[in-house]
Every structure is written in C-alpha cells, then in structure tokens.
C-alpha cells in the first residue's frame, strides 16, 4: 500500500518495467489519500514510494465545491 492510501480500494500497482531509463518518477492524478482524493507522488527508480503531496483547489476563489 502506498504512503496515505486508504483501504477503501484495492492496492495501486506500480510497474516499473525492468529496461526503464533510471531515474525517478512523479505520478500526479487521483490518489485515495486519507487527506485528499487527489495529489501527487515520487517514486525512486526501483519504484518505491519517496514522498507524496497532497494536492486543492480549495484556495482558488473559483472554487464551490470542497475537494
């Protein structure tokens, strides 16, 4: 399970496929977080989790709707 997810859905799957160019990767879209149903997260080049980001738009004025 990743860092914050919660057990509401099944675990993400992360593929990292074995001839990938090294280096890390930012995945940012819909994440089942427990603060957020959206963010962003960093994986190492074995695909690790190295940090996560909640990500709002609560803070927008155009916002009506909480996140």
Known sequence: MLPTQTDR????LIYVHPDHQQGYRAIVGAFDMEE???????????GQPVHHWNLSTEHLPTNREPD
Do not use: K, N
């Not at 859905?9 to 993400?12: E, H, I, K, Q, W």
């Not at 957020?36 to 074995?46: H, Q, V």
């Open 9 to 12: 859905r099944g675990p993400a």
């Open 36 to 46: 957020s149903l959206w963010g962003a997260m960093l994986f190492d080049r074995t």
